[in-house]
């Protein structure tokens, strides 16, 4: 059974920081991983899509690596803003059906 | 081009009720999944539709059922309502079943059980 990590639970940085935000997957037979973010009381923004043949993709300020030999992702978001403060939440689709299992995320704070 | 809809965004429920969540996905997109989102259990996979058809379920009890109408949009059911189903109801579209794409989301029913 496919299990996802993120560490750690909560994470507070100054404004202007680059910061990286860790998920873990304990199988590697996936198809795609994806990352999104929730801010409170909202649905789910997509912020990147990595194909298992791929090893990143970038939006923005945002960057998405993918080593599923290790079972591992990590997001890097640039010259962090307090706009960038929610929950990001990471999710692997480990049967091509669009069944995602979503890590239990990672939620960030901003400081001005 | 507007996004996934789901209506309503709030409602309150007593135990023993039923409730009907709606879903609309994004236009041209005809797989629409449904996922159950709790602090004590994050995120869980309720079920996905395509083609008006249940294509995948997870593991829930069967007073969850869906169904999806020949223009993709999707109804879920929840019947005999406990107060462990107080949860955000997100519903998720993607253009095709087994394409592995991505996965667009609603803002979620609230739904409170009292």
């Known amino acids: 059974k496919q299990e996802v990590t993120q560490i750690p639970a909560a994470l507070s940085v100054p404004e202007g920081e680059n910061l990286v935000l860790n998920c873990s997957f304990t199988d590697s037979a996936i198809y795609n991983l994806q990352w999104f973010r929730q801010d409170p009381g909202k649905g789910l923004t997509s912020l990147l899509l990595?194909?298992?043949?791929?090893r990143e993709q970038t939006s923005g300020r945002l960057n998405a690596s993918l080593d599923k030999s290790s079972g591992r992702s990590t997001l890097y978001i640039a010259a962090s803003q307090p706009g960038d403060s929610a929950t990001y939440l990471c999710?692997?689709?480990?049967?091509?059906?669009?069944?995602?299992?979503f890590g239990t995320g990672t939620r960030l704070t901003i400081i001005p | 081009k507007a996004g996934v809809t789901q209506t309503p965004r709030y409602l309150i429920k007593t135990r023993g009720q039923q409730v009907t969540l709606s879903c609309s996905p994004i236009?041209?997109?005809?797989?629409v999944s449904w996922y159950q989102q709790t602090p004590g259990q994050g995120l869980q996979f309720l079920f996905e539709y395509f083609s008006e058809t249940q294509r995948n379920k997870g593991n829930f009890p069967g007073r969850f059922s869906g169904r999806q109408f020949s223009n993709s949009r999707s109804e879920m059911n929840v019947s005999t309502l406990e107060l462990g189903d107080s949860a955000l109801y997100l519903c998720?579209?993607?253009?095709?079943?087994?394409?592995?794409?991505?996965?667009?989301f609603g803002e979620g029913s609230r739904l409170t059980v009292l």
């Open positions: 998720a579209s993607s253009l095709l079943h087994g394409g592995a794409g991505e996965l667009f």
């Open positions: 236009s041209g997109h005809r797989s």
């Open positions: 999710a692997v689709d480990d049967s091509g059906n669009e069944k995602l299992t």
């Open positions: 990595i194909q298992s043949s791929q």
